[in-house]
C-alpha cells in the first residue's frame, strides 16, 4: 500500500461535544422534518420491555419504520460514534459500517443514533451458505480490513487507545482493574501494563513472568475493529428466491456491514487475530479454516512456538497461547 492511500485520523478534529446531531446524514437528508427520539423516550421504550433493566449495556433500542437503532448504556462511549462518523466519511466505498445520526450523554448514559442495518447476523445463517459464498465472505471481510489498515496515526503521536487518544475500551480490561487501559505510548509500556493485571493476590513476586517475553514488543500499531465475531457481520439479502426463500448471493455480489465497533482503537498489530479467535468455537472450522484467510494470523503460526518452564512444568506454545495465558488469568 503506498503512503497516498493512507489516510491519518487526527483525533482532535473529531466531533466531541457531549450533544452532536449530523443533519447531513441520511437520516436528516431523506426527511429534513425528522426528529430524534429524546432519552427520556428511550428508557420509557426499554423500561416498558423489562422487569429487570440493565444500565451498562441494555439492549438497543430500535425504530423499524424509521431505519434508526439506539445503542445506549453506561458503558456506551462517544468513541464508537466518532469511529462510525470516520468510517463513513472517509471509507464508506471500501468499509460497511452503520451510519452514525447523533449522540447524547444524558444522566451519565451516552445514546448513540445510528443505522439500523437490514440483514441477518453471519452466526445465524453460516450453516446454510455454500462453500463457495464462504469464501466470497471472507474475501470480502479481507478487503475490508486491509482498507481499515489504511488508517494511520500522526507518526509524532503515536498510542494505544480508542480513536480520540482515551482508554481502550476491549472487554477484557473492563473487570481487570480500576485503572483505564491507557492511553500508552508504546507497545512495550502497553504490554508491561497488560502483564502486570491481576497477579495472585498477596504475591510480593516482582520476577518477570515467563511468557512476558513472547508478547511482541515491536508490534505495528494499528486500527482494529477487535471483535470480529460472526455475530457483528451482518449480511444483507437483496431479494426473494421463487420459493420466497432469502437469496445471499446475486451477480452485484453479497452486501457485508460491520457492527458493533465499540472495541475499537489503535492497538499492537496482532490483537485483531487474537481477539478473532479467542471469541471463536475452539477447535472450529470458522476459527481454523476462515478466520486466517481475512485476518492476519502469521503472528500466532508455528515459526512463534517458545519452550518455557512453569510451576515446574515444560510448557510449548505460539504467541496467542502467551497472550492467551494473561487473557485467562483476568478471569475472562
Not at 82 to 96: A, G, M, V, W
Request: hydrophobic share 35%.
Amino acid at each position: 500500500m503506498s503512503s497516498q492511500d493512507d489516510i491519518q485520523i487526527v483525533p482532535s478534529s473529531l466531533p466531541s461535544n457531549p450533544s452532536e446531531t449530523f443533519y447531513d446524514s441520511s437520516y436528516f437528508t431523506t426527511n429534513p422534518n425528522r426528529e430524534l427520539p429524546s432519552p427520556s423516550e428511550i428508557r420509557d421504550r426499554y423500561n416498558a420491555t423489562t422487569e429487570f433493566p440493565a444500565f451498562e449495556r441494555p439492549p438497543p433500542v430500535m425504530f423499524p419504520d424509521r431505519g434508526l437503532l439506539v445503542k445506549w448504556g453506561t458503558e456506551v462511549s462517544i468513541a464508537e460514534g466518532q469511529c462510525l462518523y470516520f468510517l463513513k466519511r472517509n471509507l464508506s466505498s471500501e468499509i460497511n459500517v452503520p451510519e452514525i445520526f447523533a449522540w447524547r450523554q444524558d444522566n451519565g448514559f451516552t445514546f448513540l443514533y445510528m443505522e439500523l442495518v437490514d440483514g441477518k447476523q453471519l452466526d445465524a445463517v453460516w450453516d446454510d451458505v455454500s462453500e463457495d459464498e464462504r469464501d466470497d465472505i471472507c474475501q470480502s471481510l479481507k478487503k475490508m480490513i486491509s482498507s481499515l489498515r489504511r488508517l494511520k496515526q500522526d507518526p509524532k503521536d503515536r498510542y494505544i487507545g480508542n480513536i480520540s487518544r482515551g482508554p481502550s475500551k476491549d472487554v477484557i480490561f473492563s473487570s481487570s482493574s480500576t485503572l483505564a487501559a491507557g492511553p500508552f505510548m508504546t507497545v512495550r509500556g502497553f504490554h508491561d501494563w497488560f502483564t502486570s493485571l491481576r497477579r495472585p493476590e498477596g504475591s510480593r513476586d516482582r520476577s518477570p513472568d515467563p511468557f512476558r517475553a513472547h508478547l511482541i514488543d515491536d508490534s505495528d500499531i494499528v486500527f482494529t475493529h477487535g471483535d470480529l465475531h460472526p455475530s457483528n457481520i451482518m449480511i444483507s439479502y437483496p431479494r426473494k428466491g421463487d420459493n420466497g426463500n432469502d437469496i445471499l448471493k446475486e451477480d452485484s455480489g453479497l452486501v457485508l456491514t460491520i457492527i458493533d465497533w465499540h472495541q475499537s482503537g489503535w492497538l499492537p498489530e496482532y490483537w485483531e487475530g487474537c481477539k478473532a479467535r479467542w471469541t471463536a468455537e475452539v477447535g472450529s472450522s470458522w476459527s481454523e479454516i476462515y478466520l486466517p484467510k481475512f485476518v492476519k494470523m502469521d503472528m500466532l503460526g508455528p515459526e512463534l512456538v517458545f519452550k518455557i518452564n512453569v510451576y515446574d512444568r515444560d510448557l510449548e506454545g505460539t504467541h496467542y497461547d502467551a497472550w492467551n495465558w494473561f487473557v485467562l488469568r483476568l478471569g475472562m
